[in-house]
């Protein structure tokens, strides 16, 4: 089975095409399965439309449901698509996104941290003028929010779990107990962590989580799944064949797909 399950589309404001257009090249590009995964809104902001640039508005997600549904009936029997949705996670906001979500027939959620303080992760003034001392703070930090999301029992999936390092990729050399820690707290949760190659669109190139942690993550038995992160129909599956390999390499033998929130193994 070849699969994608982490795709977005123009509704969050930095992605190009229609759902549409992304199923049209998954079923280009031979895909079984595809999951739709676009930014959930702000849903503990005031406004309908907080930071237009990173996310689709409230008022847009009602449709943006509908419209993943209307297209799963309509492609039925050439493609299977799955509805799912990409959430920040917000400590201080976790039980309003829990109670949203409580309500909807989702496949899947993927839970990522893209904000550490007040700046998202992949700013690259994030990185400037920063120190040793800094930078440990900073992936401390950014692990901790990880685990703390794992914890939470919100979500399915985890995205990017290591993708601080996506602009500044000597973070994955830092040794801190936090990643550890982190580790620890994913493994107790079941949740599934995503390998998944939108790296190549920042400076790290490759895919997160890294080679490195991908072989900690073996060590624990925590199960793994594939999205390519894609903000561009034409990244739809992109490099699956090559992730699939370097698993089976690392000693994987499985992976997971999603439907109504329960995970289903299949063969790597």
Known sequence: MIFDLHTHHRRCGHARG??????EAALAAGLDTLGFSDHSPFFAQEADHHKPWVAMARSEFGAYLAEAARLRE???????????????????HARLYAQTYAGLDLDYIIGSVHVVGDTDIFHLDRWADVTEESLLAEKERYCDLVAA??????????????????NYPRLDEIETPAEERMIEAIAESGVVVEVNTSGDTKRCGGWYPSDRLLRRL????????????????????????????????????EWHVFERRQPRPIPL
Do not use: C, K, N
């Open 218 to 253: 073996r060590e624990h038995d925590i199960p793994l799944t594939f999205g390519s992160d894609a903000h561009d129909p034409e990244r739809v599956g992109d490099r699956f064949q090559e992730v699939r390999r370097r698993l089976r390499a690392l000693g994987y033998r």
């Open 18 to 23: 229609e759902l549409r257009d992304y199923v």
């Open 74 to 92: 309509e492609y039925r029997g050439r493609i299977r698509l799955l509805i799912g949705v990409e959430s920040d996670f917000f400590p201080e």
């Open 149 to 166: 999301s794992a914890r939470s029992g919100m979500f399915d999936i985890l995205g990017h779990i290591d993708a601080l390092r996506g």
